[in-house]
């Protein structure tokens, strides 16, 4: 038998280790997977025709692009808003503190469903919304009920909501820069503006964006609340659907492919603008990652050469 020696290292044997309960887990779990894929495929009551047929209904793409519709402006709007509220918190003025806070708390104490509910009924408590001016009395009035349609209740309930989460996620980014990059900024001549812009945003954009997409794709699963006022949105179109055929379940399945599509859209985007924020962190993990894994890959390369 050939023993080894310390005067031969290329002959050491590099065995990995066997991970017997990792693969144990995944034979369980995929059984359990093909085991729910096949009762899902072969279970007639799924009605994979109908929701073939329905998926590309006139009335399903019309909810769609409203769903996307009160997504885009409400993130928008949403995120202006909340990082105007994370300034505000984070400025010296106490005044403006308070109004961030107070804002923050109560959207976000409020639930989405019954602010919905209280913009759209505005009307009960504001039937008539008019701008005045002392001594000169009405420059413009207008019905509450003519103003606050669904379309606008549910943008206004969505934004203001959003702007407060916005606010948080805005605020935690900014502080997550050090203060060591702010004296720097300023020992360079740099104005509050340019230092904003140039020093905070692109080093605070690495810690907001992963909970900023998250919050993105939740908001657009939030407007799923819209439908309780008739507006027509995807929910809201399969149900008017299925109140008339009575496929309630291949509807609603329907409702939930359009749903996993257009968050599974929006994931890929995060996934890119994420990379292209961090690319510098990204960078340095591959070089720290090629550190660990030369010796072995050295190793390895040896018990090549020696055959």
Do not use: C
Request: aromatic letters at 12%.
């Amino acid at each position: 038998m050939h023993k080894l020696t310390a005067e031969q290292p290329g002959e050491l044997r590099i065995i990995s280790k066997k991970y017997y309960g990792r693969w144990l887990s995944a034979l369980l779990v995929g059984l359990v997977l093909l085991t729910v894929g096949h009762s899902v495929i072969n279970n007639p009551r799924f009605e994979w025709t109908v929701i073939a047929h329905s998926f590309t209904e006139t009335s399903i793409l019309q909810g769609v692009w409203m769903t996307l519709q009160l997504t885009a402006i409400s993130v928008v709007l949403g995120f202006a808003g909340g990082t105007l509220l994370a300034l505000m918190r984070l400025s010296s003025n106490p005044v403006l503190v308070a109004v961030s806070w107070g804002y923050t708390w109560f959207f976000r104490g409020v639930p989405m469903l019954v602010q919905l509910f209280l913009w759209y009924n505005i009307a009960a408590l504001y039937p008539k919304i008019s701008l005045s001016l002392p001594w000169v009395g009405d420059l413009w009035s207008a019905s509450a009920n003519s103003l606050i349609s669904p379309f606008s209740a549910a943008v206004i309930a969505l934004v203001m909501h959003q702007s407060a989460y916005a606010a948080e996620i805005v605020r935690a980014g900014i502080q997550s820069v050090s203060q060591g990059q702010l004296e720097a900024a300023r020992a360079l001549g740099y104005r509050r503006g340019q230092i904003f812009r140039y020093t905070v945003l692109p080093q605070a954009m690495r810690a907001i964006l992963p909970p900023a997409g998250n919050e993105v794709i939740g908001q657009l699963k939030t407007t799923a609340v819209v439908s309780v006022i008739s507006l027509q949105d995807v929910l809201y179109s399969a149900q008017i659907i299925y109140q008339r055929t009575y496929e309630v379940i291949p509807l609603l399945l329907v409702a939930t492919l359009w749903y996993l599509l257009m968050t599974s859209v929006l994931s890929i985007g995060q996934y890119y603008v994420e990379r292209y924020f961090g690319r510098g962190t990204v960078r340095q993990e591959k070089r720290e990652w090629i550190k660990r894994k030369a010796p072995a890959l050295a190793v390895n390369h040896q018990r090549v050469s020696n055959g």
